[in-house]
């Protein structure tokens, strides 16, 4: 969460590991797991266990060791 | 719970006899899951037969490569079902607040199942961990259900803290062993006060057993495997649906004292005797 450089960054998404540019959009994480930000129903995202309300997630880009989990709702019980 | 007989002794439809949990209201007591149907066309109508208004999803991660089994969400929604999202598969307090928290963002909704397991081969709930996380939801402003053990001091403890429903469980998760200690839900039932709802969650195998949790004087059942496993899974539906209002119906009307011995139906007075 702070500006963006070309320096590689490790982060976290959905249990593992990656490496992206430091300030990488959170917008570009949710497109690379295809979902398209502008119409995503029943998705919610955490970033180190604090919920991103979706209004806010086109602010956000990731930061060094941030862990991001991306859910959705799905069949249970 | 009430025990205030209406005059026509109407529950279970109709919005007489509600099951009131938290700030919600729903005129059926069953609670349905939405897994493991045969396809999302049975799991519609089984939801549809069961008169169901509030069914359950898990929450998961997004995964590209290994896609989840789609939520159908829309389809849920379009049908006017009430959301429950669950805690399932979460290990720890931390865990399950967190999905909670992801799960009222993604959906819009206070409403919580709380899961927090403690092994994959019992799923039996990790009561400190249980306790922790309800603790943290109900200040956190949800509406919590808690899936618990047949203890009922954990039950107790729930309902204290605040949860909108406590859940204790008839039998492990889709084991379909039905009531194995119906003498501890009978227990928890005079243990708990009777503001918070109580509901059997987990292990209902057949309508009988659906039955006999509505007679213990639970106020809802709560299932999935049940139905979506059931060889017709439309018909058990409507099934569950039927045991449960007849097992609230049985409970309300109060049933007759167990006698060891007959007692005859027919009068005894003017009976016909042949001396020998």
């Known amino acids: ?77 | 719970m009430s025990n205030d007989v209406h005059s026509n002794g109407s529950v279970g439809s109709g919005g007489e006899d509600p099951l009131v949990i938290g700030d919600y209201e729903f005129s059926s007591r069953l609670i349905v899951g939405t897994s493991r149907y045969p396809n999302p066309q049975v799991m519609l109508d089984a939801l549809d037969a069961t008169g169901t208004e509030l069914v359950t999803v898990a929450i998961r991660r997004v995964n590209v490569e290994n896609p989840a089994p789609e939520s159908h969400l829309d389809l849920l929604r379009q049908g006017g079902y009430e959301i429950l999202p669950n805690t399932a598969g979460c290990y720890t307090a931390r865990e399950a607040v967190l999905v909670a928290q992801l799960a009222r963002e993604a959906l819009g909704t206070d409403l919580i199942k709380l899961e927090v397991i403690g092994d994959d081969e019992t799923l039996m709930p990790d009561v400190e961990q249980l306790l922790n996380a309800a603790k943290t939801l109900v200040d956190d402003g949800f509406t919590v259900l808690a899936y618990a053990n047949d203890d009922p001091i954990t039950c107790r403890k729930l309902a204290n803290l605040g949860c909108a429903a406590v859940m204790p469980l008839g039998s492990p998760i889709g084991s379909g062993m039905g009531l194995v200690n119906p003498y501890n839900l009978r227990i928890i039932r005079e243990e708990v006060d009777d503001e918070t709802p109580l509901i059997v969650d987990a292990g209902i195998g057949t309508a009988s057993d659906a039955a006999t949790a509505m007679e213990l004087g639970y106020d809802g059942v709560l299932l999935n495997t049940a139905i979506a496993e059931a060889q017709h899974p439309v018909q058990m539906a409507r099934a569950m649906r039927l045991a449960v209002e007849a097992g609230r119906h049985a409970q309300r009307a109060g049933r007759i004292p167990r006698r060891l011995y007959a007692q005859q139906s027919s009068p005894s007075a003017g009976r016909v005797q042949v001396d020998e």
């Open chain 1, 1 to 77: 969460m702070s500006s963006t450089t070309d320096a590689p960054i490790p982060v976290t998404v959905n249990g593992e590991a990656r490496t992206v540019p430091n300030g990488y959009p959170l917008l570009d994480v949710l497109r690379d797991l295809e979902i398209d930000p502008e119409d995503a129903p029943g998705v919610a995202v955490a970033i180190n266990d604090s919920v991103i309300r979706s209004q806010d997630w086109d602010n956000v880009t990731l930061s060094e060791e941030d862990t991001v989990e991306v859910i959705q709702a799905q069949q249970g019980g």
